[in-house]
């Protein structure tokens, strides 16, 4: 009989704080649910007929507007006890999810500085949003408001503010199409809505960014496709999917756009025939791009249980084979020191505000990152 986790490893039952980000600026959270009224749920499972989406908001402030810090769960106790039994077939400690903290810092005024860039997130198929939020922190940390999205239904536990729970996986009944076509499409619909919602609805002038995990990378290329206001996306290590890889994102009188490609160590547009379809295409419309390498990175790299298996002090504590599926041979901290370092300088490039920077090309700061 094999034993649950928590009985062979060594986890203290005290909270664990993540450690705060890197940045310029100290960042302050707010969650919130969101009511698209002009759109029915794709999934049919809520009992509110209308598309209803859980966000974070990650903003910046300067650390003289900070009246206070405070600390928060890193996520909701149910949100904790789900990813537990989810994550307990791969021997992860259970229960030290359920400790974490994060310190967050609560400003004097709610308003931030009104050239503040919006950048979108969307995560790794089937995952909450949660696993994300020490890569927002960092990344709003060097002045950007960044909005980590749960897609419900597809994503694998929202829990909303009522304290309602939308679960994955019950989609498959309901329509005739591919789970990856429709989930994308749902997805990038999602995006384009926030967008509306934080008051970015001119089409032709609005500027923001966005960038995904995995399947929110795929997600992303699909929202640039379909919505000129993201001038610049990225794509962490996701397969791709539906019309995009084709199509491209670029076309006629559309504003300009520039795009990255960041996979982990193997994945490229050599080895993937889709990213190679869809590099192609962006080839032929001319639109800015790069292609780059984590060397030493797994497509684990690009969440926060890469880091969080250092900050709580498991890595190497756990089946090496199931490690290897979660986690990167790269730690957490050096991991999201490289991604953040050129999300910032690909974000003012997007945004028409700085030349390439790190994007130019490789540099002995940064060896692990390699450009093809």
Same mark, same amino acid.
């Given at each position: 009989?094999r034993l649950h986790s928590i009985f062979l490893l060594p986890v203290s039952l005290a909270a664990i704080l993540v450690p705060p980000p890197s940045g310029p600026f100290k960042v302050?959270?707010?969650? /919130?649910?969101?009511?698209?009224? /002009?759109?029915?749920?794709?999934?049919?499972?809520?009992?509110?007929?209308?598309?209803?989406?859980?966000?974070?908001?990650?903003?910046?402030?300067?650390?003289?507007?900070?009246?206070?810090?405070?600390?928060?769960?890193?996520?909701?106790?149910?949100?904790?006890?789900?990813?537990?039994?989810?994550?307990?077939?791969?021997?992860?400690?259970?229960?030290?999810?359920?400790?974490?903290?994060?310190?967050?810092?609560?400003?004097?005024?709610?308003?931030?500085?009104?050239?503040?860039?919006?950048?979108?997130?969307?995560?790794?198929?089937?995952?909450?949003?949660?696993?994300?939020?020490?890569?927002?922190?960092? %990344?709003?940390?060097?002045?950007?408001?960044?909005?980590?999205?749960?897609?419900?239904?597809?994503?694998?536990?929202?829990?909303?503010?009522?304290?309602s729970i939308a679960y994955g996986g019950h989609y498959s009944a309901r329509t005739n199409l591919t789970f990856a076509e429709t989930a994308i499409a749902v997805r990038a619909a999602?995006?384009?809505? $926030?967008?509306?919602?934080?008051?970015?609805?001119?089409?032709?002038?609005?500027?923001?960014?966005?960038?995904?995990?995995?399947f929110g990378g795929a997600a992303t290329a699909e929202a640039m496709r379909l919505d000129s206001r993201i001038r610049g996306g990225v794509n962490f290590d996701g397969l791709l999917?539906?019309?995009?890889?084709?199509?491209?994102?670029?076309?006629?009188?559309?504003?300009? /756009?520039?795009? %990255?490609?960041?996979?982990?160590?193997?994945?490229?547009?050599?080895?993937?025939?889709?990213?190679?379809?869809?590099?192609?295409?962006?080839?032929?419309?001319?639109?800015?791009?790069?292609?780059?390498?984590?060397?030493?990175?797994?497509?684990?790299?690009?969440?926060?249980?890469?880091?969080?298996?250092?900050?709580?002090? $498991?890595?190497?504590?756990?089946?090496?084979?199931?490690?290897?599926?979660?986690?990167?041979?790269?730690?957490?901290?050096?991991?999201?020191?490289? %991604?953040?370092?050129?999300?910032?300088?690909?974000?003012?490039?997007?945004?028409?505000?700085?030349?390439?920077?790190?994007?130019?090309?490789?540099?002995?700061?940064?060896?692990?990152?390699?450009?093809?």
């Amino acid at each position: 009989m094999r034993l649950h986790s928590i009985f062979l490893l060594p986890v203290s039952l005290a909270a664990i704080l993540v450690p705060p980000p890197s940045g310029p600026f100290k960042v302050a959270v707010t969650t /919130q649910d969101l009511l698209d009224h /002009q759109r029915p749920d794709p999934w049919g499972f809520d009992t509110i007929p209308n598309r209803r989406i859980a966000v974070s908001r990650f903003d910046p402030y300067p650390a003289k507007s900070c009246s206070s810090y405070k600390r928060v769960p890193y996520m909701t106790s149910v949100v904790a006890a789900e990813e537990d039994r989810i994550l307990d077939p791969y021997e992860w400690p259970l229960g030290v999810l359920g400790q974490l903290e994060l310190e967050f810092c609560s400003p004097k005024k709610s308003k931030v500085s009104k050239d503040t860039p919006i950048v979108l997130f969307s995560g790794g198929g089937n995952t909450t949003r949660f696993y994300y939020s020490a890569l927002a922190s960092e %990344v709003a940390s060097r002045g950007y408001t960044v909005i980590t999205i749960d897609h419900p239904f597809e994503t694998d536990i929202v829990e909303f503010a009522d304290g309602s729970i939308a679960y994955g996986g019950h989609y498959s009944a309901r329509t005739n199409l591919t789970f990856a076509e429709t989930a994308i499409a749902v997805r990038a619909a999602d995006m384009s809505f $926030v967008l509306d919602t934080v008051g970015l609805k001119n089409r032709k002038k609005d500027k923001s960014l966005a960038f995904g995990h995995s399947f929110g990378g795929a997600a992303t290329a699909e929202a640039m496709r379909l919505d000129s206001r993201i001038r610049g996306g990225v794509n962490f290590d996701g397969l791709l999917f539906g019309p995009v890889v084709k199509s491209g994102i670029g076309r006629k009188a559309r504003a300009e /756009q520039s795009f %990255v490609l960041f996979g982990a160590e193997g994945h490229n547009s050599t080895e993937d025939p889709d990213w190679h379809t869809f590099w192609t295409a962006l080839e032929d419309q001319r639109l800015w791009k790069r292609e780059l390498n984590l060397k030493g990175g797994a497509h684990g790299a690009f969440w926060d249980l890469n880091l969080i298996a250092d900050v709580a002090d $498991v890595r190497g504590l756990f089946g090496q084979y199931t490690e290897e599926d979660l986690l990167s041979k790269l730690l957490g901290k050096r991991v999201y020191e490289i %991604v953040t370092a050129y999300l910032d300088d690909f974000f003012q490039f997007a945004l028409g505000r700085k030349d390439e920077g790190l994007l130019n090309g490789p540099t002995a700061q940064y060896p692990e990152v390699e450009f093809l």
